[in-house]
T-cell receptor, first 116, second 114 residues
Framework: KAGVTQTPRYLIKTRGQQVTLSCSPI?????VSWYQQTPGQGLQFLFEYFSETQRNKGNFPGRFSGRQFSNSRSEMNVSTLELGDSALYLC???????????????FGPGTRLTVL | AQTVTQSQPEMSVQEAETVTLSCTYDTSESDYYLFWYKQPPSRQMILVIRQEAYKQQNATENRFSVNFQKAAKSFSLKISDSQLGDAAMYFC???????????FGKGITLSVRP
């Protein structure tokens, strides 16, 4: 079974631009979560989607948004990029057998975003 | 809010020796899960071991085991017979029972000396 895939793997943008990152979960997985990883702040939760609905949101400004499609693929968008948005963006998928329970999250390889 | 603390930024271990990585957490929830993830230089996050809070028994996965002290809110990872491939960043993570949000510690960089 193919793992979580993320595209693109690397991206360079300039301040003020916007960017869209894509995540394809493992086949059959319906929950997709996004995390931002930076050297200073570590790993921080952005948001989680399940059945095309945002179920959980982290403490990030409104410039960060996401969506999920009917095939469970997810995209996240960052508008008006700032230098501080440079980070590794990780996507994770899980089966989601319900809100409770031990849903193991499988991570993708990440998208490295550099904002100049 | 839940917090996860990994106070040691770096550790080093001799190949074939045993090393313990520390983690403490804070939560008021009774239903939660704890994880250790490994992130090698490739940046691919790999689940090492998981622990359900309601289970008394410490989880074990081959050379990896945990010491889960629920009352002390401590969750340490022991790596036995360390191998060169164990060199990576290790993250302790907390997940409440009610949703999928993972809260990570800052991570610890483990190096393995040949």
């Amino acid at each position: 079974k193919a793992g979580v895939t993320q595209t693109p793997r690397y991206l360079i943008k300039t301040r003020g631009q916007q960017v869209t990152l894509s995540c394809s979960p493992i086949s059959g997985h319906r929950s997709v979560s996004w995390y931002q990883q930076t050297p200073g702040q570590g790993l921080q939760f952005l948001f989680e989607y399940f059945s095309e609905t945002q179920r959980n949101k982290g403490n990030f400004p409104g410039r960060f948004s996401g969506r999920q499609f009917s095939n469970s693929r997810s995209e996240m968008n960052v508008s008006t990029l700032e230098l501080g948005d440079s980070a590794l963006y990780l996507c994770a998928s899980s089966l989601d057998i319900g809100l409770a329970g031990n849903n193991e999250q499988f991570f993708g390889p990440g998208t490295r975003l550099t904002v100049l | 809010a839940q917090t996860v603390t990994q106070s040691q930024p770096e550790m080093s271990v001799q190949e074939a020796e045993t090393v313990t990585l520390s983690c403490t957490y804070d939560t008021s929830e009774s239903d939660y899960y704890l994880f250790w993830y490994k992130q090698p230089p490739s940046r691919q996050m790999i689940l090492v071991i998981r622990q359900e809070a309601y289970k008394q028994q410490n989880a074990t996965e081959n050379r990896f085991s945990v010491n889960f002290q629920k009352a002390a809110k401590s969750f340490s990872l022991k790596i036995s017979d360390s191998q060169l491939g164990d060199a990576a960043m290790y993250f302790c993570a907390y997940k409440p029972g009610a949703n999928s949000k993972l809260t990570f510690g800052k991570g610890i960089t483990l190096s393995v000396r040949p």
